[in-house]
């Protein structure tokens, strides 16, 4: 099993709200990354990292932002959250130089 | 664009029987496929990964199969089990600039019968 955690695992929030979504894992990888996924549906890339200070947006345009201080922590943070943003959000870590990614159990966002 | 897709939404076996899970790709030039697990309410885990270089490759009650001509990768599951009820994605990697980067396929659920 994977040592990636997120919390918190459910929110539900008012439109408007700052919210920031932790992830964090403890096996040294320097690769981390945060996808979107409705329910039943594919996994979406918003943002990655490649190591501390370096973030990049994904494929699938986003309104959050994350950052990358410590090599361990990637949170991501919506400033305004609105109920398009309802869904899950799952962060994963990869070592450096390797493809397979290791998931964390995501964090399931209502936004009222 | 380039996609990776899967034939069926959903699959129902009876217990016992062997499962296979299709998925198509449309990226020639992808090098890297893995299939993930995701069971309700967690996050996707992994199951196998293969190679472009390699046709076949086996785990435990796992194997996936890929065929570069048509573009094709299936994960088959021997006697499956009702804990492999799940749903199952495929992925590949594409390079996109100077990022190597999973894109995921839809997902099938996989229903196991008693």
């Known amino acids: 099993e994977a040592d990636i955690y997120q919390t918190p695992r459910y929110l539900v929030i008012g439109t408007g709200k700052k919210i920031t979504l932790e992830c964090s894992q403890t096996m040294g990888h320097d690769k981390m990354y945060w996808y979107q996924q409705d329910p039943g549906m594919e996994l979406h890339l918003i943002h990655y990292s490649y190591g501390v200070n370096s973030t990049e947006k994904g494929d699938l345009s986003s309104e959050s932002t994350v950052s990358r201080i410590r090599t361990e922590h990637f949170p991501l943070t919506l400033e305004s959250a609105r109920p398009s943003h309802t869904s899950q959000y799952l962060c994963?870590?990869?070592?450096?130089?390797?493809?397979?990614?290791?998931f964390g159990p995501g964090t399931r966002l209502l936004v009222l | 664009g380039e996609s990776v897709g899967l034939h069926l939404p959903t699959l129902s076996v009876q217990e016992g029987d062997n499962s296979i899970i299709n998925c198509a790709y449309s990226?020639?030039?992808?090098?890297?496929f893995i299939w993930y697990k995701q069971e309700s309410g967690k996050g996707p885990q992994f199951i196998i990964d293969i190679r472009s270089n390699m046709d076949k490759r086996q785990g435990q009650r796992v194997t996936v199969l890929l065929n570069k001509t048509v573009k094709h990768l299936s994960l088959q599951i021997a006697a499956t089990q009702p804990g492999d009820s799940a749903v199952y994605f495929c992925a590949e990697n594409l390079s996109s600039g100077s990022a190597r980067q999973l894109t995921f396929g839809s997902g099938t659920q996989l229903t196991v019968l008693p």
């Open positions: 994963a870590s990869s070592r450096a130089g390797e493809e397979t990614q290791y």
């Open positions: 990226n020639s030039a992808s090098d890297y």
